[in-house]
């Protein structure tokens, strides 16, 4: 098994989740650039070096996890394929791609069988979304939504993660305040910025909840209209969903459903202030969903808010259930 992009921050929570859920690894090896070569990271108990990733890393490995971006995933995701191993890609370079399957293993587990040596791991917001849409929409028919995602810096990888810390100590220290990975201050502030922008004015970023929404629930008129937002969350990406159903919907019927969804938990209380948050999502490997409510400006709809940690489902842990599925 390799884990490529392993001193990243999704790298990291994939180390952690394979050695977590017991996977049966005999050998791992772990790539990422030249600059990390010679550091070590803990795999049940020993210290495993870090190799530099190159043309020729992938003899002998089965399975690759990748996680060291796009472009690198696009240079070396072939290569690992042509030298018989299956690579299990987080980046956003082949999820389109009609010959590599797009996976939610609680969703669409089945399209593994047509893999031609790469598969993609969805966006971590479009995984989080779909953890509670999926099953609204084997029972009600998603016909459309709306939503705003709240997104933690890790989302961004461990340099946002760093800068958040940086940011706030300078705040603290009433000292000025330094950008490095952001274009505005995240700390103390939120930003309406997630991705490039595109002409029509979305970002790429919210532009993947449709796309690959569609491809994922295998639903060609799934429509989404999001907004999605930089916040100053370490971890856990929060989401604000109104979805249009074709069947009608109530709210009983809907915590029902969601009730028995697999990876989900619903934490719905009002009362006793109980709903999702992200900061006691964060380390879980269930998403959760909460303020459950009939939508007042649709017939047929319901808003709701779910919540998941997205270097787990949105990444890691995503990736690691792959290769359990890989396994069966
Ligand atoms: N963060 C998330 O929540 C999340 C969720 C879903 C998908 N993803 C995707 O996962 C990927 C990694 O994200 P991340 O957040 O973990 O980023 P990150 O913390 O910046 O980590 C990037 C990793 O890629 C490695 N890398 C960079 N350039 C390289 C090169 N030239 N050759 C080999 N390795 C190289 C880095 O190694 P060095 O340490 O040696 O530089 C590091 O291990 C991205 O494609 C991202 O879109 C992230």
């Not at 709306?146 to 100590?169: H, M, P, W």
């Not at 934490?267 to 909460?290: F, H, I, S, T």
Request: charged share 25%; hydrophobic share 45%; with cysteine.
């Amino acid at each position: 098994m390799a884990v490529v992009g392993a001193t990243g921050a999704v790298g990291i929570e994939m180390i952690k989740t394979l050695e977590k859920r017991n996977f049966p690894v005999s050998k791992l090896t772990l790539l990422a650039s030249a600059r990390s070569v010679g550091r070590k990271l803990k795999f049940r108990g020993q210290e495993i070096t870090v190799k530099e990733l190159t043309k020729d890393a992938f003899a002998g490995i089965d399975i690759a996890l990748f996680s060291a971006g796009g472009s690198i995933s696009k240079e070396f995701a072939p290569l690992a394929a042509k030298a018989g191993c299956v690579v299990i890609d987080n980046s956003s370079a082949f999820r389109m791609d009609n010959d590599v399957p797009l996976v939610i293993p609680e969703i669409n587990a089945g399209d593994l069988r047509h893999h031609k040596g790469i598969i993609a791991n969805p966006n971590c917001t479009t995984a989080v979304t779909l953890m509670a849409l999926y099953p609204l929409h084997e029972a009600f028919n998603v016909r459309r939504i709306f939503a705003s995602s709240y997104q933690a810096v890790s989302g961004t990888g461990a340099k946002a993660i760093d800068e958040l810390q940086r940011q706030v100590s300078q705040i603290v220290e009433a000292k000025p305040v330094t950008k490095e990975v952001y274009p505005h201050q995240i700390a103390f502030n939120v930003l309406p910025h997630v991705d490039s922008f595109l002409p029509s004015g979305y970002t790429k970023e919210e532009m993947k909840m449709e796309n690959e929404g569609r491809k994922i629930m295998h639903h060609p008129a799934f429509r989404a209209s999001v907004t999605c937002v930089r916040v100053p969350v370490y971890r856990a990406h929060s989401v604000a969903v109104s979805a249009e159903f074709e069947k009608p919907v109530t709210v009983d019927n809907a915590r029902e459903v969601l009730l028995k969804a697999p990876g989900l938990d619903v934490v719905d209380n009002p009362e006793k202030k109980e709903y999702p948050l992200p900061l006691y999502a964060a380390e879980r490997y269930n998403c959760q969903v909460g303020r459950i409510r009939k939508d007042c400006a649709f017939d047929n709809g319901l808003c709701f808010w779910v919540v998941g940690d997205q270097l787990l489902k949105g990444a890691a842990l995503n990736a690691v259930q792959i290769a359990e599925e890989l396994l069966k």
